[in-house]
């Protein structure tokens, strides 16, 4: 269990679970990682204002037997115990036969992370910038995708209706087909599709783009099928992070969205802030008090 994880993940998986003296020595050994891997039970207890036997207590609610074992593996982790390797949160989470489910957020928080360090340095500037000014000019937006994307495609539309702006988006197959061999060279087409190789969003990208309409493609393989019909490319990593598919795909994809949703609100805040509000008071009277 803790070679999989770090203590910092291990902490903050049982933080919820802990007495509030035990979350005392929890915080100074989050601030203070380095630090605490070098001191002793004493000195521990003294520095994060608590009870010896509230650190023993904090170390056995961690799962280990006490507060050596607990030591023992906070000063593996430390870059001092690890000579220069400085450890870093995992790239991918692998379900063993063995798994205890105490575990699974933990891990699950760690990959999710991972994936978003891994797509902010995935994702280009430029590319996103000309992407969200498409989006901002196009007179119509079509958004297609398959399957699991069918979550990101909805939300992606979802605000930009919110914003004002022309968007739909098809669950149908045929009907996404018949709506991107419609549009105009004024519209702009954005086909998500996670490994970048489903045929129907592949497509439906190509049939936009021949039609003259600005395509932009999120994905998470900057050489996929997809990428090649596409005159932007939102590439969320490089990497698979799940044997199988895309399970953790969303994640990735759904901070993409978010990112053109604010990059085309502070493109013009007054007009798009006044929408939103505008829009937010037509269905406040469908919520409860």
Not at 68 to 85: I, M
Request: aromatic share 10%; proline share 2%.
């Amino acid at each position: 269990m803790y070679q999989k994880e770090s203590m910092s993940f291990l902490i903050e998986a049982n933080y919820a679970s802990l007495r509030a003296s035990e979350k005392k020595a929890a915080d100074y050994i989050l601030e203070n990682p380095e630090a605490a891997a070098g001191m002793g039970l004493s000195c521990l207890a003294q520095k994060a204002g608590v009870s010896q036997p509230t650190v023993v207590r904090f170390a056995k609610a961690l799962g280990f037997k006490g507060y050596k074992e607990f030591q023992h593996c906070l000063l593996a982790q430390s870059p001092a115990g690890r000579g220069s390797t400085i450890p870093h949160a995992m790239y991918g989470y692998e379900v063993a036969r063995e798994e205890e489910r105490r575990n699974i957020p933990a891990g699950i928080t760690a990959a999710v992370i991972a994936m978003l360090e891994e797509n902010l340095k995935s994702l280009s500037a430029d590319a996103y910038e000309k992407a969200v000014d498409s989006l901002l000019q196009a007179e119509k937006i079509e958004v297609y995708g398959v399957e699991n994307s069918h979550t990101v495609c909805s939300d992606l539309c979802t605000k930009l209706t919110y914003l004002g702006l022309n968007c739909r988006c098809f669950t149908d197959t045929y009907l996404q087909r018949i709506s991107a061999e419609n549009l105009k060279p004024t519209d702009a087409a954005v086909g998500i599709s996670y490994s970048g190789s489903s045929r129907d969003t592949v497509d439906t990208l190509k049939a936009a783009k021949k039609q003259g309409a600005v395509t932009i493609a999120l994905t998470n393989f900057r050489d996929s099928p997809l990428s090649k019909y596409a005159d932007y490319v939102l590439c969320s990593s490089q990497k698979q992070f799940f044997y199988g598919d895309a399970i953790f795909s969303r994640t990735t994809q759904l901070a993409v969205v978010d990112m053109l949703y604010m990059g085309i609100l502070v493109s013009d805040y007054t007009r798009f802030a006044g929408l939103l509000d505008k829009n937010s008071k037509k269905i406040s009277d469908r919520a409860y008090r």
